[in-house]
């Protein structure tokens, strides 16, 4: 069974910055490129970066490239997503994903439940 859990998201005011980390299992990490989007209320769900499995590639939509950093820990089946220089609308649920390619598209293979970042002014 797959499972991607995400955690690390909090209430944090501006300026200040975040963890996210996502857990998997049931997954073979080096057959997916991995991903973070992110879904503010009444919003569509939004790209933020992903990472390849080797690391050597990734994409950022260009509203987050420079504030925000995806990675991995190939040994310890974690994905992370730091993000610094928090703004109120970065208020979102973020959701960890994974998919057989990259893609801006929150069409992945697989989801996590979300955690809630909440920036205050």
């Known amino acids: 069974q797959v499972q991607l859990v995400e955690s690390g998201g909090g209430t944090v005011q501006a300026g200040g910055s975040l963890r996210l980390t996502c857990e998997f299992s049931?997954?073979?990490?080096?057959?997916?490129?991995w991903g973070w989007f992110r879904q503010a209320p009444g919003k569509e769900r939004e790209f933020v970066a992903a990472?390849?499995?080797?690391?050597?590639?990734?994409d950022y939509a260009d509203s987050f490239e420079g504030r925000f950093t995806i990675s991995r820990d190939v040994w310890k089946n974690l994905v992370f997503l730091d993000m610094n220089n928090l703004k109120p609308e970065d208020t979102a649920a973020y959701y960890c994903?994974?998919?057989?390619?990259?893609?801006?598209?929150?069409?992945?293979?697989?989801w996590g439940q979300g955690t809630q970042v909440t920036v205050s002014s």
């Open positions: 994903a994974a998919d057989s390619a990259f893609s801006r598209k929150p069409d992945y293979d697989y």
């Open positions: 990472i390849s499995w080797r690391g050597d590639s990734s």
């Open positions: 049931g997954v073979v990490f080096a057959n997916y490129v």
